[in-house]
């Protein structure tokens, strides 16, 4: 899986398209479609075929447009790359109904969960680097959602975005082991218990007495979740997390935690 890196387009030309202030004014009959049929189209050949599908011949052909007539819409694929990044983010933008009823715990959980499912949805959305960020409507959107989670119960707003921030980044890191486990999959046309099962006899034949802890831990975490479990990991990895954060709220409030 490649990366790539958000932002590499014009940035200001980018903001005034995310936030429709573009500026040029276009002569002539209004144009057959739109900027958000444009990135649609894009997104739905990104989730199918992998973000290295996307290219401005094919989301033009998608939407019965001219490849030079993509460009009067978006200037270069950087910019549609970005655009794309913020027309996903769009389901963060409402919090649950029961949001107000949630303590801060189960508020992180439900975000940490739905970031799961949507990196899983668009997992060529891991394939972007994104150090500055995508400030479009739609991210700002789900980041309000994210600090509503936090807000109230004792940090500062330094602390508010540490906090969602290094939330973010958990999600980020282990659901990257559970996208690779289905490309992997995918690539080899064999399962990780049809892997396991296929090296499991000479594994056997191996001397594992350099090895006598991983000797000891390996045997019942292969029976258990073979080469892995991403999922289970990153829902053990999301409580450590939020037990950690009980910590620091326990100190700030001067409790001995």
Avoid: C
């Avoid at 794309?84 to 959980?109: F, I, K, S």
């Avoid at 004792?154 to 958990?170: C, N, Y």
């Amino acid at each position: 899986m490649a990366q790539d890196i958000a932002g590499r387009g014009d940035p200001v030309k980018l903001l005034e398209l995310m936030w429709g202030k573009d500026k040029a004014g276009r002569r002539g009959p209004k144009p057959k479609v739109g900027l958000e049929q444009i990135v649609r189209a894009a997104v739905e050949i990104a989730d199918a075929e992998g973000i290295e599908a996307v290219s401005t011949r094919k989301v033009a052909e998608a939407v019965g447009i001219s490849p030079m007539s993509f460009y009067t819409h978006v200037p270069s694929k950087a910019e549609l790359h970005d655009l794309m990044l913020d027309h996903v983010a769009a389901p963060g933008n409402n919090a649950p109904p029961d949001w107000d009823e949630m303590d801060w715990r189960a508020r992180m959980t439900v975000i940490a969960g739905a970031m799961w499912g949507f990196y899983l949805q668009h997992p060529w959305v891991l394939q972007f680097q994104t150090h500055r960020p995508v400030l479009g409507p739609n991210t700002l959107a789900s980041y309000e959602v994210a600090l509503s989670a936090v807000e109230g119960i004792g940090l500062d707003e330094i602390e508010m975005d540490l906090s969602v921030t290094a939330l973010m980044d958990l999600v980020a890191g282990a659901v990257r082991n559970a996208a690779r486990q289905k490309f992997v999959h995918e690539a080899t046309g064999m399962s990780d218990d049809e892997w396991w099962y296929k090296i499991e006899p000479f594994l056997e034949t191996l001397d594992y007495s350099p090895y006598p802890i991983s000797s000891r831990v390996g045997p019942i975490t292969g029976a258990e979740y073979g080469p892995g479990d991403p999922e289970r990991a990153f829902k053990f990895a999301l409580e450590r997390f939020l037990d950690g954060m009980e910590v620091m709220l326990a100190r700030k409030r001067g409790e001995k935690p």
